[in-house]
């Protein structure tokens, strides 16, 4: 059954049918949200969220999109609301940023090669240099390049015109290339 | 805007390689014109092609079971009980048992009064059918939780469709 169906007996109340969307679409969306906080510690909560969320909202899926697109969006605004709290935290006691490390050089910063594998070094080192992009093209360039969405959809999910999506890929890309260093 | 600068979105484009989204023909043959005579361009392109090939190169992480349980754990709660706390939930859900409650609630009170009462079962029925009726407002399933309190206290209609920032 494809994810429209899906998400349409879902919404009638079936959590069977939820649980299957859940099955194909938590490991994008962890990562999606991985990718977006910079390898933040609560990056598998707020994908949790994003499901609960979901489930909840699923009156709000009208169908006119895909629901991995639907479903992108929900992961957007959650991040976009937890960044948006810790923010005002961070305000209200004075702390410093959450992730310092995303000032340092990404490669230096990422991991001991000792102590981990070279996978978790690699994507611990894309997380970090994406989390300094200014956010918008963080957005764009993750759902382009990690998630390897297409540009109608980018534009659908962050509700800019084409055009702007592809400028703000051009940027990411630009300055990813000093952040990471290759 | 430069010459250089209008064929940037382009070049993101072009670095993507041959999908849905690579440049048309006649983008295909401006572009193809302008990285012959322009060498930042050109060194652009390799920057975007090589950068888009490491992103991509990302290893996925991998949802662990602990994940899977939590996440299944949590979906059952925002399903039971506590979910009825969320009043979305409560209103989308729990709406019918919400109202075979109420009907419940009348047919009790219109049994303990006079005959000459006027709230009957039928009017009752009839009142669904109505657009601002406290009785139409719960069985809608698009009704807000605020247009349904709203209703309830002043008895006149609210907005009956959720507002939701996912669409």
Redesign the interface.
Same mark, same amino acid.
Do not use: C
């Given at each position: 059954m494809d994810d429209r169906r899906l998400a349409e007996a879902a919404s009638g109340?079936s959590?069977e049918a939820?649980?299957e969307l859940?099955r194909r679409h938590?490991?994008s969306i962890?990562?999606l949200v991985? =990718?977006l906080t910079g390898g933040s510690a609560d990056a598998?909560d707020l994908?949790?969220d994003v499901?609960?969320? =979901?489930?909840?909202?699923l009156?709000?899926?009208?169908g006119?999109s895909a629901f991995r697109t639907?479903l992108h969006?929900?992961a957007i605004?959650v991040v976009q609301s937890h960044r948006g709290r810790a923010s005002k935290l961070r305000r209200l006691f004075h702390v410093g940023p959450a992730s310092p490390d995303a000032q340092e050089d990404p490669i230096e910063s990422a991991a001991d090669p000792g102590d981990l594998e070279q996978?978790?070094i690699?994507?611990d080192a894309?997380?970090k240099a994406l989390a300094t992009l200014p956010e918008e093209l963080r957005i764009a360039?993750?759902l382009?390049?990690?998630q390897?969405l297409?540009?109608r959809a980018i534009a659908e999910i962050t509700g800019a015109p084409i055009?702007t999506v592809?400028?703000r890929?051009?940027r990411a890309? =630009?300055r990813?290339?000093k952040e990471?260093k290759? | 805007m430069t010459a250089c600068g209008d064929k940037?979105?382009?070049?993101? &484009?072009l670095?993507?390689g041959s999908?849905?989204?690579a440049p048309t023909v006649e983008e295909q043959a401006q572009l193809d014109a302008h990285l012959a005579e322009c060498a930042a361009c050109r060194a =652009?392109l390799d920057?975007?092609r090589?950068?888009?090939g490491?992103?991509?190169?990302?290893?996925?992480?991998?949802?662990s079971a602990a994940?899977?349980r939590?996440?299944?754990s949590?979906?059952d709660e925002?399903?039971g009980w506590l979910?009825i706390l969320?009043w979305?939930?409560w209103t989308? &859900?729990l709406a019918p048992v919400a109202a075979a409650l109420a009907i419940a609630a009348l047919l009790a009170g219109t049994s303990s009064t006079s005959e000459g009462s006027t709230t009957t079962l039928d009017a009752w029925t009839r009142s669904v059918g109505e657009p601002s009726s406290v009785a139409s407002a719960v069985w809608q399933?698009?009704t807000s939780s605020d247009a349904l309190i709203e209703t309830m206290l002043t008895g006149a209609g609210g907005s009956t469709r959720?507002t939701?920032?996912?669409?």
């Open positions: 109340g959590r939820f649980d859940v938590q490991a962890l990562n991985r =990718a598998e994908a949790q499901f609960v969320r =979901a489930w909840r909202g009156s709000g899926f009208r006119e639907w969006r929900v605004n996978e978790v690699l994507r894309i997380d360039v993750t382009r390049d990690v390897g297409d540009y055009g592809e400028s890929i051009f890309r =630009a990813l290339k990471l290759t | 940037h979105r382009m070049l993101a &484009r670095a993507d999908g849905a989204d =652009a920057e975007q090589l950068v888009a490491i992103l991509r190169s990302r290893p996925a992480l991998v949802p994940f899977s939590r996440l299944a949590r979906l925002a399903s979910g969320d979305q939930t989308f &859900r399933d698009g959720e939701s920032d996912v669409r």
